[in-house]
Structure formats: C-alpha cells, structure tokens
C-alpha cells in the first residue's frame, strides 16, 4: 500500500471490502494488518465474535465484521485479512481485530468529500457510520469506531481478552484452541 500525500485537512484511512462494498477506518486506528490465522472460539459467544488470536503475546478478540454488520458470513478467501485496530471504549482504548475479505489500500479524503450518513425516512442503526464518501462511481463508508460497538459488547469483549491475558501466554488454552483450528479438530 502506498500512502497518499495529504493535507493537514484530509481524513486518511484504510480502505476495506465487505462483499461487494467498499469501508473504511481511520489510519490511526490501525495498528497493523494480518494474514487470516486459527481463531480459538469462544462459547456462547455472539455470532459476530470470529474468536481469540495471539498477537505479539496479547489476546485479541476478533470480529466477523460481516456478521457484525447483518451479513451472511462467508468463508475466507486468499484475500481475507485481519486488521488489528485500537478502538475508543469509554476512557479506555480496546485492541480488537476485524476481518475484512480484502483490504484495498490507504486514502486521504477531503473534509469537503465526505457527506453525512444519509437519511432514509426511517430509524435505522446507523450512528455508526461517521460519514459517506463518494470515490469514482460509488462509495465508501466510513466507519465511526467508538460507536460500532455498543457499551455492553465492548466490555464482553474486554472481559473475554482480560480472561484470556490472565490465564497467561503458553497456559495451553489459547494455544490449543488455535492449534485445533489449524488441525480441522475444532
């Protein structure tokens, strides 16, 4: 991905696609973007929790954001990635990965480009769309990380990444579950 020269003005983010759409998230977010890897599930978790996956020895809770955005999930592809992201959770910040079925590249917005999230005539969930952006024939939507997520989701998923440190890197849980994954015995 090559970085786009931009005015101190610009919204720069990453771009990623789900099915057919384009998204995007905020550069600053990003703390970095990761091949598909073994998830280790979780039970009883929300449809949209993919699992746990080590990064750099830290637990980091995972979301189909397909699923999480009332999608069919769909399975992964050569070009599905992780992106690691550092989201605004209250006055905590909360490390958490998307799956995305590709990620396009780094772009810079105008402030002038980017239009409010439309309105349909109807209530819909959409305080989390931070604003629309036109690019070529269509669009990108931008997320608005700190209101993705709902106060009770961002603490279940603290809650699930804090048990997982606590148990320890190499205490075996983390570590079978992915190893189960990768062996098709899950």
Do not use: C, H
């Not at 003005?9 to 990623?16: A, E």
């Not at 970095?32 to 979780?42: A, S």
């Not at 954001?65 to 909360?94: D, F």
Request: hydrophobic content about 50%; cysteine-free; proline content about 6%.
């Amino acid at each position: 991905m090559s970085e786009p020269s931009a005015t101190s003005g610009d919204l720069q983010v990453v771009t990623l696609g789900i099915d057919r759409e384009v998204f995007a998230v905020p550069v600053e977010a990003v703390l970095e973007i990761l091949d598909l890897r073994p998830m280790f599930r979780l039970p009883e978790a929300p449809a949209y929790l993919a699992g746990l996956i080590d990064v750099r020895g830290r637990a980091v809770p995972v979301i189909d954001l397909r699923v999480k955005l009332g999608l069919p999930a769909a399975a992964a592809s050569e070009s599905s990635r992780i992106l690691v992201l550092e989201v605004p959770a209250g006055e905590r910040r909360l490390v958490l990965g998307l799956v995305a079925d590709r990620v396009f590249e780094v772009a810079a917005f105008a402030a002038s480009q980017i239009e409010p999230t439309p309105d349909i005539g109807v209530d819909w969930r959409s305080d989390y769309i931070g604003g629309v952006a036109r690019r070529d024939e269509g669009f990108v939507v931008i997320f608005d990380l700190a209101r993705l997520f709902s106060v009770e989701e961002v603490a279940y998923l603290g809650a699930k990444a804090a048990a997982a440190a606590a148990a320890g890197p190499g205490n075996g849980a983390l570590d079978r579950g992915a190893e189960a994954l990768a062996l098709g015995t899950a």
